[in-house]
C-alpha cells in the first residue's frame, strides 16, 4: 500500500482543497436588442427584454 514518506504541511494541503471552491466570474454576452453585456439566460438589465419579448418594464434616462 502506498504511504505518504512525509506528513503534507497545512497550508499545502489546505491550498490544495481551496481550488475546489474557487470562484469564476459569469461569462457574459451581449444583448441582441441594445448590445449591452448581461448574464446568458436572464432578463438584461438595460433594456427588459428577454429573447426577443418585453418582460419588465425599464424606465428610460
Known sequence: ??????RMSSSRR????????K???PG????SNCE???I???VCP????YRGRQVIAVEQD
Open 46 to 49: 438595460a433594456c427588459g427584454q
Open 36 to 38: 449591452e453585456l448581461m
Open 28 to 31: 457574459l454576452s451581449a444583448c
Open 14 to 21: 489546505d491550498m490544495r482543497r481551496s481550488q475546489h471552491d
Open 40 to 42: 446568458p439566460h436572464r
Open 1 to 6: 500500500m502506498a504511504v505518504p514518506k512525509k
Open 23 to 25: 470562484v469564476q466570474t
